[in-house]
């Protein structure tokens, strides 16, 4: 078991006795898609207690039929839900990974697309966001950034932001030397609501 699929399981364990109570203890439901159940635990999970919903994505062949429409209904679901209870503007959605994928799909078995680290895609709701704002642009492939580059330690400065702490903030290791929370690093002033 990874450590991201016991997060999973510890925070949808927490939050399933409310979620079933307001889904009338559908948990068939529930349980059909694991990338939906785990977003859907997380908008109660916000009244909970619990903070972070983790999902391993790392499956080529099986995005775009069976994990992505899901997870689109998922998201629009749990954005007009938060929105709807007037939670949204408190809780910062963010969907994101550690680097992009080729503008190609590659010719392995299942239609993969490898690691991509010249352009990729954020997607940030509430939490101070602005509403229907894009940052940024590509050339048609997707292949490289042609307008505003924003780096990965600029989404981290933005998103410490967004939840109230100082990007600039100085902590100190164990043999006290400072260390800066994101180094070099910018928020993105044209995300901000």
């Not at 209904?73 to 503007?89: K, V, Y």
């Not at 352009?119 to 940030?124: E, G, P």
Request: aromatic share 6%.
């Amino acid at each position: 078991m990874t450590r991201q699929l016991a997060w999973v399981l510890l925070l949808a364990a927490a939050a399933l006795p409310a979620l079933a109570q307001q889904r009338g203890n559908d948990i068939e439901m529930l349980t059909k898609h694991a990338g939906t159940w785990a977003v859907d635990c997380s908008k109660p999970g916000t009244r909970l207690g619990v903070d972070f919903t983790l999902e391993d994505w790392d499956h080529y062949g099986r995005m775009k039929n069976e994990l992505m429409p899901g997870f689109d209904m998922a998201l629009s679901g749990l954005i007009a839900d938060l929105d709807q209870r007037g939670q949204l503007d408190d809780t910062l959605v963010m969907v994101l990974s550690e680097h992009g994928r080729t503008p190609r799909i590659n010719s392995a078995r299942g239609g993969g697309r490898d690691h991509w680290s010249q352009a990729y895609t954020c997607l940030f709701a509430g939490g101070g966001v602005a509403r229907g704002r894009v940052v940024g642009r590509t050339d048609r492939h997707g292949a490289t950034v042609t307008e505003r580059p924003v780096s990965p330690k600029d989404i981290l400065a933005t998103a410490y932001h967004l939840l109230g702490i100082d990007p600039h903030t100085l902590l100190t290791d164990r043999t006290g030397r400072p260390i800066p929370l994101v180094q070099d690093a910018h928020v993105v002033q044209e995300m901000l609501g």
